[in-house]
């Protein structure tokens, strides 16, 4: 097969799996990706998903990549805080949150890390939009709130302080939180959020 022929065909997906290629040609032979892996014409992201060069520097991309390479995922966490400028220091990994195992994967793109909720616990996130791509991207509120729940040990107000939040980017609707709390149904996280709005005021 010649690679241009099937780059015509899978260049729109922007990121590509294993069964997208054998639905499109059911005699498609493995072989090509290790040739084209090498010359450099396709980017692996993890075991049966590929994406093509000319994306490793579209704005959001990879953030894109974090929801489809692992899926049901949400980007949460520490991500999301340093995005809107709560965590003052730099976030090396994309933070996602899913119902599948913890786990963790390493590309072109990035580091990619994912930890493990009850799949009844995926909500609280929104449809953000970068250029082309809809991204899955937690609230605030969610990060907050799956930072707490997944680190019990942000118990103490020593602890809490640790997390140096900037306050004046910690804009989040209280009510709101607790609101979703409920679902956890988890009173130990209930206190230590309600810690966490002491130790910054809220």
């Given amino acids: 097969m010649l690679f241009i022929e099937f780059k015509e065909k899978m260049f ?26 090498k010359k450099g014409y396709v980017i692996p992201l993890r075991k049966g998903f590929y994406t093509f060069p000319e994306y490793l520097n579209i704005h959001g991309f990879d953030l894109y990549i974090a929801n489809r390479i692992y899926t049901p995922s949400y980007v949460s966490l520490h991500y999301v805080l340093h995005y809107y400028g ?67 040990f942000y118990n103490t107000e ?21 609101r979703q709390v409920e679902k956890y149904k988890n009173k130990s996280l209930e206190s230590r959020l309600g810690l966490m709005l002491k130790v910054y005021d809220l």
């Fill in 86 to 152: 709560v965590i003052p220091e730099g976030v090396t990994q994309i933070t996602s949150v899913s119902s599948l195992k913890t786990t963790m994967f390493n590309n072109k793109l990035g580091t990619f890390t994912y930890q493990t909720m009850l799949p009844e616990l995926l909500f609280g996130y929104e449809e953000k939009h970068f250029g082309k791509w809809t991204i899955k991207f937690a609230s605030i509120e969610k990060a907050i709130i799956d930072l707490f729940y997944l680190y019990p």
């Fill in 12 to 37: 729109g997906l922007g990121c590509f799996s294993n069964y997208q290629v054998l639905s499109w040609k059911q005699n498609f032979e493995r072989a090509n990706f290790v040739r084209w892996i």
């Fill in 158 to 178: 020593s602890e809490i302080r640790e997390l140096r939040f900037d306050s004046e980017m910690l804009k989040i609707d209280a009510n709101n939180m607790f």
